[in-house]
């Protein structure tokens, strides 16, 4: 079992920027590999980020490709999101997700869930 729990969320203002964590407990965390989703209101959840069990690589939607970096502390059994020149359409909330799937933009290859925290961006 993988425990996750993401924090950093809150309301910023546009062009702003948040760093997500999420934390995990149980096995060896380094064994997975880690997304970050998100969901807005009436919309589908939707890849964000991912990141490899070593960190090596690391992938992103189009839509926050140069503002948002995923990285990862095996050390600390946590992984951040940071995020830059956030606008009103990255308002959702953002769920990270750890598992061993290849198709790391799919949220169906997560075994593992955290609860989520709001992101809340104002124009």
């Known amino acids: 079992q993988v425990q996750l729990v993401e924090s950093g969320g809150g309301l910023v203002q546009a062009g702003g920027s948040l760093r997500l964590s999420c934390a995990a407990s149980g096995r060896t965390f380094s064994n997975y590999r880690v997304g970050w989703f998100r969901q807005a209101p009436g919309k589908e959840r939707e890849f964000v980020a991912g990141i490899t069990g070593g960190g090596g690589s690391t992938y992103y939607a189009d839509s926050v490709k140069g503002r948002f970096t995923i990285s990862r502390d095996n050390a600390k059994n946590t992984v951040y999101l940071q995020m830059n020149s956030l606008n009103p359409e990255d308002t959702a909330v953002y769920y990270c997700?750890?598992?061993?799937?290849?198709?790391?933009?799919?949220?169906?290859?997560?075994?593992?869930w955290g609860q989520g925290t709001q992101v809340t961006v104002s124009s």
């Open positions: 997700a750890a598992g061993t799937t290849y198709y790391i933009r799919e949220a169906s290859g997560y075994g593992y």
